[in-house]
């Protein structure tokens, strides 16, 4: 069994600002630790069930959130730049099952704790088709392009509600932490979210011939809105709109080809 795990770092265990997530000072190293941590557990349900393969991707950004050190044994861990255009390097139909750890939900998610999509800075938001999705759908459609079917994800509770919605409400998630507001959450002792992860890996690896790949329907319209140039606001953020047409999966967070840029 061949197992594929994408992290992302505002859904880990602990996290729940944003300095925790920026790549300086010593609030972002303890979040890298406790990303591995969540890592580790995942890794070890994984193994308890059976698992032979398991490749970790570093997918927050920057790619240099790993710790060589908290590493686990035998398990293969993908990190730094540039991995040649690639949004998930080394996935391919080899894979038996994609996770995603430390997942966060979509922007403006009232109770998602450090909810944005692709961006926090400009405040993007991503519209495929009229319906605005996340980073949980982008990857789901990456991962359903190779027939490899999403079978966990974790982060907190409005990241786990939002996976199961678009993906059933048959998926495994994991919840260590529960979101007040975007800067604010309930959070849960590291030993205590380490055991439900490794549970809730071995109860993915035992559904994995229930869950499906995600499949998408191309060509998809895809419109981002973004914070416009000095002047823009949180309280009228959404000043620049650009579209694009996305023709295959592997394109979903950055479109094909430009339509047109409108600016209000």
């Known amino acids: 069994m061949k197992i594929y795990i994408c992290t992302d770092l505002e859904g880990a265990t602990g996290v729940f600002k944003w300095s925790q997530t920026r790549q300086h000072g010593p609030e972002f ?27 970790v991707l570093d997918g927050h950004d920057g790619g240099n959130n790993f710790i060589p050190e908290l590493m686990v044994p035998g398990v293969r861990y993908i990190t730094g730049y540039p991995r040649k255009g690639k949004v998930l390097y080394g996935l391919d139909e080899t894979f038996d099952g994609f996770i995603m750890v430390g997942y966060h939900s979509m922007n403006g998610t009232p109770d998602g704790v450090l909810h944005h999509t692709q961006s926090s800075t400009i ?86 011939s ?21 002047g823009a606001s949180l309280d009228n953020p959404y000043f620049v709109e650009r579209e694009f047409e996305v023709q295959n999966a592997l394109d979903i967070i950055w479109g094909t080809t430009e339509i047109k840029i409108e600016r209000r």
């Open 210 to 230: 229930e869950m499906k790949p995600y499949r998408e329907k191309f060509p998809i319209r895809l419109k981002v809105k973004t914070l416009g140039p000095a």
């Open 29 to 55: 190293e303890s979040a890298m630790r406790l990303l591995m941590g969540d890592v580790a557990a995942v890794c070890e349900g994984l193994k308890q069930a059976g698992a032979k393969e398991i490749y």
């Open 123 to 208: 405040e993007a938001k991503y519209f495929y088709n009229g319906v605005e999705q996340g980073e949980i759908y982008q990857c789901a459609v990456i991962a359903g392009y190779y027939n490899v079917p999403v079978i966990l994800v974790t982060g907190d509770e409005a990241a786990c509600r939002e996976a199961k919605k678009l993906l059933g409400e048959n998926l495994p998630t994991v919840s260590v932490k529960k979101g007040i507001e975007r800067e604010s959450a309930i959070l849960i002792s590291p030993e205590e979210t380490r055991q439900m992860l490794i549970e809730g890996a071995r109860k993915a690896v035992k559904a994995i």
